[in-house]
């Protein structure tokens, strides 16, 4: 009796102490974040997306200048009697293509960033560390808020430091056949942080459906179902719309493309959606699967 006595002191003690409102989420996204950089799996997943994505972009870029070179509008208006707005237009044209081009990785740095988006949550549920963490805070959605803050803060300033590394090497290359651009064109800084931004999200989407799957394999295998396997699919669709069915029709609805209209050119004007209403359309994709990994995060036992 004393002994149970004791035990509710202790604990009803320590409740009193603790703070009221949102009391516990500093404290959980602190613990989250040492769990993140005390796995050495990050390190090496981070790099190989660092690598990825700049050593595609340069060997991209790198066979795309001899391409490009009649492209190159300063030379080819430079003395010609070419109305302003063509050669303008043109020249746009050349600036936003380099870009993408300097950024061509993140086709491949996706699908590093979906696995570890997903073994974020879902590691946790093969090694029932997920118990203890639930355990040290009881509330769920907190648990959730927090992994989901961490990863997608780690997440975006790692695909920033990438967007911007992979377009400095990829424009020092194209540099050599003078069809480089510079972060200071129309269109190009906002190409830049897009790619950045771009990767983050689908973090946050193989975040979501790492929580509704609970099973890493399964939850890798359906990120890259969405975002890679569904683009590759799409291509075989009809070319020209025939009536109301056609690529041009369901093209811009597919994940890949419409995330990647904020920093790839689409210079055959396949994908109708701009760059941020489409963005804003993959953010969609990415928020039902966070709320829905969110809802089976608070109601399936751990």
Known sequence: MAT?????ALVG???????A??????GTVRSEFT???SVRSTYWTLLALVLACVGIGALFSWGQTQRLTPLDAGRNFRGA???PGVAAAVAAEIHRTAASISLFGLLIGQLIIIVLGALTISSEYSTGMIRTSLTAMPRRGTVFAAKGVVFGAVALVVGLVTSFLAFFVGQAILSSQHVNTTLGQPEVLRTVIGGGLFLAVCGLLSY????????SAGAIAAGIGLMFVLWILSQFLPGPPSGWFGQADIDKWIPFNAGSAIWEHQANGLNPFSPW???AVFCAYAAVAVIAGLV?????DA
């Not at 409102?21 to 500093?26: D, E, P, R, S």
């Open 4 to 8: 149970t006595a004791t035990h509710e």
């Open 277 to 279: 209403i489409g963005f």
């Open 21 to 26: 409102g949102h009391a516990g989420f500093l």
């Open 208 to 215: 979501g459906l790492g929580a509704m799957l609970r099973h």
């Open 35 to 37: 769990k993140i950089r």
């Open 296 to 300: 089976v995060f608070l109601r399936r």
């Open 81 to 83: 009697h070419v109305p």
């Open 13 to 19: 003690g320590a409740l009193a102490r603790q703070p």
